[in-house]
């Protein structure tokens, strides 16, 4: 008799985690010729001289038009296999959909991401991860490709620093910027090991979430080996966008 009120409940349980897992984007002045052919190649000198002055003091009527450092990154490379599948065994065994499932976005040049998840061997160890990837461009308007990437990083890590319980710490040898933030959420009475990485690399900005939690009573992953699990996809995507760019 137990064990037919068991699975219901954990299949509730289950559910409610995989619902709220699934809920979480250059102009030259040109120049005028002499006027006649009589002119001396000294006076020519002179007038190319005087128009070169008049143009670096501003008295020319033409501004060139402002530059901003290029991207270092034109692409990004396929969110679902941006983690290696020795990664994603590793990390969510028995995963429901192997080749991970594929958020929906207008542009996956500039924003994609892509989820795994599963319930581990025996069916008791819950498993999700997920990876996202931004891009950004160079614009005259919103200013370097680098400069946005390293405000949208800091934006990241802060929203992430503000959950209950956070646990932020600066991570080294991973992409230009990396930070760790661990975090535990209680859902449908079972409380998650959660850790997320955010890396910038040039001018791109990673996100790996990665949660564990133990079902039916049974042991939750530690913070340890959440956060080691998430630092290994965060790597795998940063390889993928430099290979990506090769």
């Given amino acids: 008799m137990e064990r037919r009120h068991t699975a219901p409940r954990r299949g509730q349980a289950l559910a409610l985690l995989l619902a709220c897992a699934a809920v979480p984007a250059f ?38 038009t402002p530059t901003v450092a290029p991207a270092k990154f034109a692409a990004l490379p396929s969110s679902c296999t941006s983690v290696t599948k020795a990664t994603v065994t590793a990390l969510v065994p028995k ?11 207008d542009d996956l040049q500039a924003r994609s991401g892509c989820s795994w998840t599963g319930n581990g061997k025996d069916g008791y160890q819950y498993r999700w991860l997920s990876v996202t990837l931004q891009r950004f461009t160079s614009s005259t308007a919103l200013g370097s490709a680098e400069d946005q990437a390293k405000k949208r990083y800091t934006e990241q890590v802060g929203t992430l620093n503000q959950a209950s319980g956070a646990t932020p710490a600066t991570l080294t040898g991973l992409g230009d910027q990396a930070a760790s933030v661990a975090s535990k959420a209680t859902i449908a009475k079972v409380t998650s090991q959660n850790d997320s990485v955010v890396v910038r690399s040039g001018n ?39 290979a990506a760019n090769a």
């Fill in 27 to 64: 102009a030259i002045a040109g120049c005028s010729s002499g006027s006649g052919s009589s002119d001396s190649s000294d006076a020519k000198a002179r007038s190319s001289a005087s128009s070169a002055s008049s143009s670096a003091s501003g008295g020319g009527s033409a501004s060139p």
């Fill in 95 to 105: 995963a429901k959909t192997p080749g991970g499932t594929a958020v929906k976005s």
């Fill in 204 to 242: 791109v900005v990673v996100l790996v979430e990665f949660n564990g939690a133990g079902l039916e009573g049974k042991k939750n992953p530690s913070s340890d080996t959440v956060r080691s699990g998430a630092e290994r996809a965060a790597k795998d995507a940063v390889a993928a966008v430099a």
